[in-house]
């Protein structure tokens, strides 16, 4: 049965023990939290909203034990609610939060900018609400690097921080950056609402996308009174994928925050990493390196008992 939680929808596998607090303070602002108040200061001026998320307990959590994980851009805490229920049975000692990040899903309504820091504001924000800071933040593509982002403040309990196919420099045009401009540009082309799922699916597909991309499409859209529309805020979303593109965090695989440990995976069918960056992956000495050699880019689709083994160097640990 669902029950809500402050603002969450909670899927218990069994009663979660107490929350540990967590009180925190940087360069993003300042928060203060208890479980029963909380405050945040961020460019200036106090907020109080939270980001839509899921709380999927494994069998017996630890107290405090937690994981955030974040979806990619285009993507929503949906697309990992199937995965992160697996996780929660396969590593039954965490507390698992899937969270839709600022433009997606349920998430609505923030003031800009619309940055990938304000994203990670977001989830030390989230954090606060919830009474207990992550321990892990999992994040994939556009949410590897707000993962990233996050541990750079090396905020309180954190301890390791994953990259999923996500490369930390800016973007090259001859991996992923055409494919997404081609994407965003098809999604400007629909006029809204459409018809239906399949009317956007249809068009995807005339646009030159193969079925799989036009299918994965189809889950950003809800049904209206007048047909279906998308999900996402674009504007937000052009100006989210503007920053990742010139965004550079290098520096915390390189040199970390003390105490926490990144994980880098590379889905080797992701086209996604330039041989260049992968060889400075390699020379990374601090940061732990994954593969997955058959995986696409989708990697919690493609090879999600993969995914799952190498996250195990967390999750099976504590």
Same mark, same amino acid.
């Given at each position: 049965?669902?029950?809500?939680?402050?603002?969450?929808?909670?899927?218990?596998?069994?009663?979660?023990?107490?929350?540990?607090?967590?009180?925190?303070?940087?360069?993003? &602002?300042?928060?203060?939290?208890?479980?029963?108040?909380?405050?945040?200061?961020?460019?200036?001026?106090?907020?109080?909203?939270?980001?839509?998320?899921?709380?999927?307990?494994?069998?017996?959590?630890?107290?405090?034990?937690?994981?955030?994980?974040?979806?990619?851009?285009?993507?929503?805490?949906?697309?990992?609610?199937?995965?992160? =229920?697996?996780?929660?049975?396969?590593?039954? $000692?965490?507390?698992?939060?899937?969270?839709?990040?600022?433009?997606? &899903?349920?998430?609505?309504?923030?003031? &800009?900018?619309?940055?990938? $820091?304000?994203?990670?504001?977001?989830?030390?924000?989230?954090?606060?609400?919830?009474?207990?800071?992550?321990?892990?933040?999992?994040?994939?593509?556009?949410?590897?690097?707000?993962?990233?982002?996050?541990?750079?403040?090396?905020?309180?309990?954190?301890? +390791?921080?994953? +990259?999923?196919?996500?490369?930390?420099?800016?973007? =090259?045009?001859?991996?992923?950056?055409?494919?997404?401009?081609?994407?965003?540009?098809?999604?400007?082309?629909?006029?809204?609402?459409?018809?239906?799922?399949?009317?956007?699916?249809?068009?995807?597909?005339?646009?030159?996308?193969? =079925?799989?991309?036009?299918?994965?499409?189809?889950?950003?859209?809800? =049904?209206?009174?007048?047909?279906?529309?998308?999900?996402?805020?674009?504007?937000?979303?052009?100006?989210?994928?503007?920053?990742?593109?010139?965004?550079?965090?290098?520096?915390?695989?390189?040199?970390?925050?003390?105490?926490?440990?990144?994980?880098?995976?590379?889905?080797?069918? &992701?086209?996604?990493? +330039?041989?260049?960056?992968?060889?400075?992956?390699? +020379?990374?000495?601090?940061?732990?390196?994954?593969?997955?050699?058959?995986?696409?880019?989708?990697?919690?689709?493609?090879?999600?008992?993969?995914?799952?083994?190498?996250?195990?160097?967390?999750?099976?640990?504590?």
């Amino acid at each position: 049965m669902l029950e809500s939680v402050i603002g969450a929808t909670r899927f218990p596998l069994d009663p979660p023990g107490a929350r540990a607090s967590a009180a925190r303070s940087d360069a993003w &602002g300042q928060y203060s939290t208890d479980l029963h108040h909380t405050q945040w200061w961020g460019h200036g001026a106090p907020m109080d909203y939270i980001l839509p998320h899921d709380i999927i307990d494994g069998a017996h959590p630890t107290p405090g034990q937690t994981a955030f994980i974040l979806h990619g851009i285009l993507g929503s805490r949906r697309n990992w609610r199937s995965f992160t =229920r697996r996780l929660a049975q396969r590593y039954p $000692d965490w507390r698992y939060v899937t969270v839709d990040l600022r433009g997606h &899903g349920d998430a609505h309504g923030l003031p &800009g900018p619309h940055t990938v $820091d304000a994203c990670a504001a977001d989830l030390a924000r989230l954090a606060a609400a919830l009474g207990t800071a992550p321990l892990s933040v999992v994040g994939h593509s556009f949410g590897g690097k707000v993962a990233l982002r996050y541990a750079a403040r090396a905020p309180a309990n954190l301890t +390791s921080v994953w +990259s999923l196919d996500s490369p930390p420099g800016l973007w =090259r045009r001859e991996t992923a950056g055409d494919e997404i401009a081609r994407v965003f540009a098809a999604i400007r082309s629909l006029a809204m609402p459409a018809e239906n799922r399949v009317a956007v699916s249809e068009h995807f597909v005339a646009q030159g996308f193969g =079925r799989g991309v036009a299918g994965w499409m189809t889950t950003n859209v809800h =049904r209206t009174a007048q047909g279906v529309e998308w999900r996402f805020d674009l504007p937000v979303l052009e100006s989210l994928i503007s920053d990742y593109a010139n965004l550079d965090v290098w520096d915390v695989i390189e040199r970390p925050p003390t105490g926490v440990v990144p994980h880098v995976l590379v889905a080797g069918k &992701g086209a996604r990493w +330039s041989s260049v960056a992968q060889r400075r992956l390699a +020379s990374a000495g601090q940061a732990r390196q994954h593969h997955l050699a058959e995986s696409g880019h989708w990697v919690h689709v493609d090879d999600p008992d993969g995914l799952m083994d190498a996250l195990g160097e967390t999750f099976a640990t504590h």
